[in-house]
Each structure stands twice: as structure tokens, then as C-alpha cells.
């Protein structure tokens, strides 16, 4: 299985963007580095402008072109990026891929989606036997998923392995 190794501040700012905007989606950028099987995420990077819906989110097409052309001249790469599915009403958000999230992978590039519940019992952080980690923290009960493009649209799961959440038990 390919793996995704994911730094403390990435899950960090991962987590709190999706919480910070709950109801809403977010979405943000993933820098990192990519292996021949594994991905390691140092940082994961908000649109803090991005245009958001309850079900939808995009960047704005200037902002998305100044963080492009900065990260150019960066010795760390744009490996993915990553959003947030949030439940609505009683049904519960999964990390599952939308179509429209299917629609807009690019081959080779890392996806996570971070899927927000309400509480409904207080859990220790782990990883599932899909490679998902998942967790509460304060009122809300969070997962994450990665998944790799790799042909018209089709993605292969990512184990995401992440001792900040976790510990060392992955």
C-alpha cells in the first residue's frame, strides 16, 4: 500500500481549517515530497479566500495564481491538496471522494479529505484498517483519507501514518 507520512503542523492545520469552518468546506494546498511509494507532507496550506459552500469549495483564481507562482521558487513541491466533507443535518460526512472530487484529480498527485461530525462520543486517535486515521477533538469527531490519482478517474487508498495523532502503534 502506499503511504503518506503526514507532519504534526500539516494535521494541524488540516484539522483546524476543516473545524474552523464546519458546515462549510475548506480546501488548502499539500507541499511535501513524493517517493516512488509514499508521500511526506510537511505542511498543508488553507485558501483562507477560498469561495465556500456548504457541499463545494474553489479557490479563487487570483489567490490560487499568487500562491503558484510563490511556491515556484520553493525547495518543496506541491504533491496535493486537501478539503473537507462536513455532515449535513443527520447524514454523517465520510471521506469517501465525491464525483466532482474524482473529476478534478490529477494523475500521481495525493489527496486527503477530512471528513467533520459532530461528537457523539469522545475517541482516541487511531488508524483504520483502510489506512484512514480518525479521531475527536473537542466537539468533533474527525477522519481523515488519502487517496492517490492514477488514470481517468480511478484512485488507489494511501495509508496515512501520523504518530502526532496516533503514536508510535501505526
Known amino acids: ?15 483546524f481549517s476543516s473545524i474552523e469552518v464546519y458546515k462549510h468546506e475548506t480546501l488548502g494546498l499539500l507541499l511535501g515530497f513524493k517517493g516512488e511509494n509514499s508521500f511526506a507532507i510537511e505542511y498543508a496550506i488553507p485558501y483562507q479566500t477560498a469561495v465556500k459552500g456548504y457541499s463545494w469549495v474553489s479557490p479563487k483564481p487570483q489567490a ?8 515556484e521558487n ?6 496535493g491538496d486537501y478539503h473537507s ?3 449535513y443535518g443527520e447524514d454523517r460526512a465520510t471521506t469517501r471522494p ?9 494523475k500521481g498527485k495525493l489527496y486527503i479529505t477530512v471528513a467533520v461530525n459532530d461528537k457523539t462520543r469522545k475517541k482516541r486517535w487511531i488508524t483504520k484498517k483502510n489506512g484512514n486515521i480518525r479521531g475527536t477533538i473537542g466537539d468533533y469527531d474527525v477522519e481523515l483519507g488519502a487517496v492517490v490519482a492514477y488514470g481517468n478517474h480511478r484512485y488507489k487508498r494511501v495509508k496515512i501514518i501520523c504518530p502526532s495523532a496516533t503514536g508510535l502503534g501505526y
Open 1 to 15: 500500500m502506499i503511504t503518506c507520512h503526514l507532519k504534526e503542523r500539516a494535521f494541524l492545520a488540516m484539522v
Open 64 to 71: 490560487a495564481e499568487k500562491m503558484t507562482k510563490v511556491l
Open 74 to 79: 520553493m525547495a518543496i513541491d506541491v504533491i
Open 85 to 87: 466533507h462536513t455532515q
Open 98 to 106: 465525491s464525483g466532482d472530487d474524482i473529476a478534478d484529480m490529477e
